[in-house]
């Protein structure tokens, strides 16, 4: 009788971690479902295989996107006179954005090189200043305008994005889409899903500089909303507000001076930024922006032949209103 005894506790002794494994097994399985169901992953109310008779569904608070524009209270009542000579035309407080003036806001019209908003305000959440840029091959195929930009030669991303801003080169932005984005193609498809996230719904874009026209359209509201989301970037708006920026350059360039294409920083009070743009549709394009007393405004003017006549009368029309 001994023997069977010390048989039985020797296999008790070999049993007894294998059951405390599976214990321990059994209440991480129940720690780690706990965990999962407080962080539920579906995007929407997903029904579940039924669990003893009962069905369990796992749902995710989806944010509804942020209003960037509102035009809740009444607009301004102005009738300019002479009026204004833009297409489309949208005056918004920069801070609340509230829409104080509006002309034909949604119409849905070619935006030229004001597409370059989009364009930075992506790459620069991908590019460092001092981040290396590669000039792709097909950089310096694009059509006009181009900076300049030498096939292979390795560029640091701020003075690619000083160019592309001020200078407004095309080769510019399709470089920093490149480096960016891996492709255009990618970085294109990246433009509109940011245009879809922030709630543009009159906005598509088929090139990261905007030289195309066709299928690369967007309105006066959606350029002042998302101007409103690129200004919050301290990066941006240094770059925008800039008239005037000389670089260092490898040989044999040795350096550039870009000029920005935007008048209104030296002839209008208080203006820092935005972007300029023209092609022969689009027409003459402008989103500008002016501080002044703690007011801060935006102003986007599009197809008009005084762009920066229209451009003053509404930042005018602005500050007078908020004095």
């Known amino acids: 009788m001994p023997a069977p005894?010390?048989?039985y506790r020797y296999r008790l002794r070999r049993l007894t971690p294998v059951a405390a494994a599976v214990v321990v097994a059994a209440l991480?399985?129940?720690w780690i479902g706990a965990r999962q169901d407080g962080s539920p992953t579906a995007t929407i109310a997903v029904a579940q295989a039924p669990l003893g008779g009962v069905g369990v569904a796992a749902t995710k608070v989806v944010r509804a996107p942020e209003r960037l524009l509102?035009?809740?209270a009444p607009l301004l009542v102005h009738r300019f006179a002479p009026?204004?000579?833009?297409k489309s035309a949208i005056l918004v407080d920069a801070k609340t954005g509230r829409v104080l003036w509006a002309l034909r806001p949604h119409a849905r019209r070619p935006v030229a090189s004001t597409t370059k908003i989009m364009t930075a305000l992506l790459a620069m959440r991908k590019l460092k200043p001092h981040d290396i840029v590669t000039v792709a091959k097909s950089v310096p195929r694009v059509p006009l305008v181009r900076e300049g930009l030498r096939a292979g030669e390795h560029v640091e991303a701020w003075k690619i994005f000083y160019?592309?801003?001020?200078y407004s080169g095309n080769d510019d932005a399709l470089a920093v889409a490149i480096a960016a984005g891996g492709t255009k193609w990618h970085f294109v498809h990246q433009m509109n899903v940011e245009a879809r996230i922030l709630g543009l719904k009159d906005t598509h874009f088929v090139s990261p500089s905007g030289v195309v026209d066709v299928d690369n359209y967007s309105s006066a509201w959606d350029l002042a909303a998302l101007t409103r989301v690129a200004m919050r970037s301290p990066r941006f708006r240094r770059i925008v507000r800039t008239p005037r920026k000389q670089v260092p350059w490898t040989a044999p360039t040795y350096s550039k001076i870009y000029v920005n294409n935007n008048r209104l920083l030296t002839t209008y009070r208080g203006a820092d930024g935005v972007k300029t743009g023209y092609t022969h549709k689009a027409g003459p394009c402008?989103?500008?922006s002016a501080t002044r007393g703690g007011v801060s405004l935006i102003a986007v003017v599009l197809n008009s032949p005084d762009m920066y006549a229209d451009a003053k009368r509404l930042l005018d029309l602005g500050f007078s209103s908020r004095s």
């Open 5 to 7: 005894r010390k048989r």
């Open 83 to 86: 009026r204004l000579l833009g």
């Open 28 to 30: 991480c399985g129940v």
């Open 70 to 72: 509102t035009a809740d």
């Open 163 to 166: 160019s592309m801003l001020l």
């Open 286 to 288: 402008l989103v500008a």
